[in-house]
């Protein structure tokens, strides 16, 4: 455990934007982690993880504490499940092919999503079908005020559409440091129905796929569609699809019949934000070394050299566009710090 001064964090965030923290230090157990935060209570304090939802638009003027605990575990099973607790500071790609390998089913649909365990229920993230909610049994945390340890179980996380209490109620109070999850041991439930999965599939005649087989069919999606932060910086999906009423979507959806939506409750439905950035003519757009990515309008991109200021001003340019046709607002997925 070393205390750095003025640290870059270009390699800690997946933008890879060039700012500088104050104080840096690595924390790869709980007791480091008590410690760091016991011994700067005053201190002014940030917590970084995999740096995969965040954009960085200016230096961190205070300690940064990258959570770097490691390890993964089962903690019981029985016939049909099992429940695996994976440390904070574990890659969560990682994981999903760590719990793939041993034939545990439910995470396989979130394959290749940038980023650390730890910060999994933050976000509750999600992609094609399937949400950290639908197997995330509790995680542990500690208060960053007192350094309690504190169980947080499914029911008190609160998880929405890219939701939760750690984003809202309970935010910058509470640093995660394992999660458990409860994922099948038989009779998985294949979920192929969303997105390109199911055209992936019988693009090789798989009528009877296996969790590697969607795992790998969500790889082949997302390399096709997404960047790979490690040679162009990104950090995935930038915003967040809409979701509005049906009472406020029909005279949009009247204005413009091709717009595309998912119905998600009798009285709501969720419109692709990607679509929505496309028709308004920013994919593949490049301001600088800032832009819009080509084959995926929802995720943007540093060229090389662009700073946290000048993606934000492109987010706030595509916010304004889009919402100046359509008369929809799109939020940011990522943190802006």
């Avoid at 650390?116 to 399937?130: H, L």
């Avoid at 419109?271 to 309008?297: S, Y």
Wanted: charged share 25%.
């Amino acid at each position: 455990m070393e205390l750095q001064s003025n640290f870059s964090l270009k390699s800690f965030n997946t933008f890879g934007i060039e700012a500088q923290a104050k104080q840096f230090i690595a924390v790869h157990s709980v007791a480091e982690l008590k410690t760091v935060l016991l011994e700067n209570k005053t201190n002014k304090k940030f917590i970084l993880g995999g740096g995969s939802n965040m954009l960085l638009t200016q230096d961190i003027d205070a300690l940064v504490i990258h959570i770097d605990l490691k390890g993964k575990k089962i903690i019981k099973e029985d016939e049909n499940f099992v429940w695996v607790e994976s440390q904070a500071g574990e890659s969560w790609h990682e994981f999903v092919l760590w719990t793939i390998d041993h034939d545990f089913g439910g995470l396989e649909n979130m394959s290749l999503i940038p980023g650390n365990v730890g910060t999994t229920p933050v976000q509750n993230i999600g992609a094609y079908g399937a949400e950290i909610k639908d197997s995330f049994v509790s995680c542990e945390a500690i208060a960053i005020e007192n350094q309690e340890s504190k169980t947080f179980l499914k029911e008190e996380c609160h998880f929405g559409y890219r939701e939760s209490i750690f984003k809202n109620s309970v935010k910058d109070q509470y640093i995660i440091t394992s999660v458990v999850f409860k994922l099948t041991k038989r009779n998985h439930k294949i979920n192929i129905s969303y997105g390109d999965i199911a055209a992936e599939l019988a693009k090789k005649d798989n009528t009877n796929p296996t969790l590697k087989d969607v795992s790998n069919a969500v790889i082949a999606i997302r390399q096709s569609k997404l960047p790979d932060p490690k040679q162009l910086g990104n950090s995935g999906s930038f915003f967040k699809n809409p979701i509005i009423s049906k009472k406020d979507f029909e005279p949009i959806h009247a204005k413009f019949p091709e717009m595309k939506f998912y119905d998600i409750s009798e009285t709501k439905v969720k419109v692709p934000a990607g679509w929505l950035i496309e028709q308004a003519g920013f994919k593949g757009k490049r301001f600088g070394d800032a832009g819009v990515h080509k084959n995926q309008a929802l995720v943007l991109v540093n060229y090389g050299n662009a700073t946290g200021q000048e993606i934000l001003a492109v987010s706030r340019d595509v916010q304004q566009t889009v919402f100046e046709i359509f008369g929809i607002t799109i939020e940011a997925e990522v943190n802006i710090i």
